[in-house]
């Protein structure tokens, strides 16, 4: 593995990465405007509290509802979380071919998500967070190679 690729905001180099970037998913039926709005929604078993994520305005709107411990949360939400988010991103990158090379174009570099805000998502900031997005984003890459 040679060259690392870290990406945060959505206004940086390679901020398509984030899920926060602008690009709408079709999954379940539905056209999701963010991976983010997406993947925050799975989170509840209520269709009413997946279609008001489905509405929020933002990303950011997406994430706060989707961190909303009033809603009640998939039982096994966290064992699952990960598929979640590999559905998302591949959606996102098989649907949108500008996006596919993007990421094609990275070959093998490691992707890392640069943030102090989420150590398991991202890198913690330090480099010692699991960068579990990176890591996705890096296998739907080799998915999308074959």
């Keep these: ?14 901020g398509e990465f984030s899920n926060f970037a602008a690009f709408p998913v079709k999954l379940k039926k539905k056209v999701w405007p963010t991976s983010e709005h997406y993947f925050q929604a799975m989170k509840f078993e209520s269709e009413s509290d997946q279609n008001e994520i489905l509405k929020a305005k933002t990303p950011i709107e997406a994430a706060r509802k989707g961190r909303d411990r009033k809603r009640k949360l998939k039982r096994n939400w966290e064992s699952m979380k990960d598929n979640v988010m590999r559905e998302a991103l591949l959606a996102k990158f098989s649907q949108h071919e500008d996006l596919r090379i993007l990421l094609l174009s990275t070959n093998d570099a490691k992707l890392v998500e640069h943030t102090e805000n ?5 890198d913690g900031g330090d480099g010692k967070g699991q960068n579990m997005l ?3 984003l890096m296998e739907v890459r080799e998915k999308l190679r074959s």
């Design 1 to 14: 593995m040679s060259e690392v690729i870290k990406f945060y905001s959505v206004v940086d180099e390679f």
């Design 118 to 122: 989420d150590s398991y998502w991202g």
């Design 134 to 136: 990176g890591k996705i």
